[in-house]
């Protein structure tokens, strides 16, 4: 981490914060006139964010973390403290999916992938963020689930059976949290349109996905003072199609 900045604006930790999702509520924070600190897997990724962002670029921190890994969380959340003195907000953003094949076809590999991308990266980004956000009093976490956490297809058990077991993780800390200033929502997104969905299902009509920038914008309002009163939500954001 750099030298410490001392800033009025507020401090937000976007966790895959170049990838489809991600790179639309880095923006969007940005655009608030936040400073944002993402972690990525991609340096192209990140340099066509930088870009997007442009002057707003000299408000981003971009970090190559693996967010599964406790301890290289810990260190970076520690550093964004050491630098800016708090965290107000943490999205988490990461996420995988792995579908089309019999829960009893599938290679035991691609279950353990779906509980860490969509799971445990949830567990490890929350401690940290929790822990620090209660020193100081307050903050807001929000966890990208899925509509399939709810609606359970064939085909798709492990990557159903990992965002359901998020959603209920989520809903459980909002009742550890209760009184403490500190709030955490969950988001259910459906198909988002992306450039990844899109080359994967060519076919779809793309219209009736919602876009990043929308569900940004949902992601943003709950991290805001605006959406203060909500705390332990699963918000659908499944476009009205």
């Known amino acids: 981490m750099e030298s410490k900045i001392i800033s009025t604006a507020r401090v937000v930790l976007v966790a895959g914060g170049t990838g489809g999702l991600g790179r639309a509520v880095s923006l969007a924070f940005l655009?608030?006139?936040?400073?944002?600190?993402?972690?990525?897997?991609?340096?192209?990724?990140?340099?066509?964010?930088?870009?997007?962002?442009?002057?707003?670029?000299?408000?981003?921190?971009?970090?190559?973390?693996?967010?599964?890994?406790?301890?290289?969380?810990?260190?970076?959340?520690?550093?964004?403290?050491?630098?800016?003195?708090?965290?107000?907000?943490?999205?988490?953003?990461?996420?995988?999916?792995?579908?089309?094949?019999?829960?009893?076809?599938?290679?035991?590999?691609?279950?353990?992938?779906?509980?860490?991308?969509?799971?445990?990266?949830?567990?490890?980004?929350?401690?940290?963020?929790?822990?620090?956000?209660?020193?100081?009093?307050?903050?807001?976490?929000?966890?990208?689930?899925?509509?399939?956490?709810?609606?359970?297809?064939?085909?798709?058990?492990?990557?159903?059976?990992?965002?359901a077991a998020a959603v209920a993780m989520i809903d459980s800390l909002a009742e550890d949290l209760k009184g403490t200033g500190v709030r955490v929502n969950s988001v259910l997104p459906n198909i988002i349109d992306t450039e990844a969905n899109r080359k994967a299902m060519p076919k779809a009509d793309f219209a009736k996905w919602p876009k990043p920038q929308d569900i940004a914008r949902v992601i943003v309002f709950l991290c805001s003072d605006s959406g203060k009163v909500i705390h332990g939500a699963a918000v659908p954001v499944f476009g009205n199609s």
């Open 31 to 163: 655009q608030e006139g936040a400073h944002v600190v993402v972690t990525y897997r991609k340096q192209e990724e990140l340099d066509a964010m930088k870009k997007l962002a442009g002057v707003n670029s000299s408000q981003l921190d971009a970090y190559k973390v693996d967010v599964t890994d406790e301890t290289a969380v810990g260190k970076l959340v520690e550093g964004i403290i050491a630098r800016h003195g708090r965290l107000d907000a943490m999205v988490n953003t990461v996420g995988g999916y792995a579908g089309g094949v019999k829960l009893w076809e599938m290679d035991t590999k691609v279950f353990d992938q779906m509980l860490a991308l969509n799971l445990r990266a949830g567990y490890v980004l929350s401690c940290a963020a929790v822990r620090v956000m209660l020193k100081q009093g307050g903050g807001a976490i929000v966890n990208i689930a899925s509509k399939a956490a709810i609606d359970h297809a064939a085909g798709a058990a492990a990557y159903a059976a990992s965002k």
